[in-house]
T-cell receptor, first 117, second 112 residues
């Protein structure tokens, strides 16, 4: 079955600790994304990667870091510098090469709910 | 900047009655538009997408949406609501470089 897996589903951490969220895809997609979802806020883009070994900051990158060493994997680290880390985190992937202004649809994983106390 | 506006953050419909979720977009170029659905504590699933072909787009589970450039709208409809339609719905517009901009969502409650 092709798809995106995120682990774990629920994650609990103490304030001041870094934590890494896993995202793996077997769709052979070039592009991968991380979003943060808070109630009533929609999804906000944290980081995205169009190709292996390259990534760009999204709209709310402060306090987060990523790596893209393999096409299939795009882990997100929530650092202690992130002021409000408690949220639902969603990973997505898509094919690349869309027209200017257009976008290909993104496929989403099931999400990781992070709680920091 | 590309953005979408979804009014009515919470929508209640009776089972068997029509569903209408409104979406207005802002884009400086010809956009791609999407509707996604999210069930509680799950990822997002694509309902339908518009990419400058037909203006009336049919999606999964009986949903459809009509692209109206003159009104900058992309409203989502379904003729008859089912209990399984209770979920959150997001209108989404492309923002270039393969990125998307999400609306704040419509939480749909279906009353039996």
């Amino acid at each position: 079955d092709g798809g995106i897996t995120q682990s774990p589903k629920y994650l609990f951490r103490k304030e001041g600790q870094n934590v890494t969220l896993s995202c793996e895809q077997n769709l052979n997609h070039d592009a991968m994304y991380w979003y943060r979802q808070d109630p009533g806020q929609g999804l906000r883009l944290i980081y995205y990667s169009q190709i292996v070994n390259d990534f760009q900051k999204g709209d709310i990158a402060e306090g987060y870091s990523v790596s893209r060493e393999k096409k299939e994997s795009f882990p997100l680290t929530v650092t202690s510098a992130q002021k409000n880390p408690t949220a639902f985190y969603l990973c997505a992937s898509s094919t690349s090469g869309s027209d200017l202004g257009g976008s290909n649809e993104q496929y989403f994983g099931p999400g990781t709910r992070l709680t920091v106390t | 900047a590309q953005s979408v506006t979804q009014l009515d953050s919470h929508v209640s419909v009776s089972e068997g009655t029509p569903v209408l979720l409104r979406c207005n977009y802002s884009s400086s170029y010809s956009p791609s538009l999407f509707w996604y659905v999210q069930h509680p504590n799950k990822g997002l699933q694509l309902l339908l997408k518009y990419t400058s072909a037909a203006t009336l787009v049919k999606g999964i589970n009986g949903f459809e949406a009509e692209f109206k450039k003159s009104e900058t709208s992309f409203h989502l409809t379904k003729p008859s609501a089912h209990m399984s339609d209770a979920a959150e719905y997001f209108c989404v517009v492309s923002r270039g470089n393969n990125r998307l901009a999400f609306g704040k969502g419509n939480q749909v409650v279906v009353i039996p």
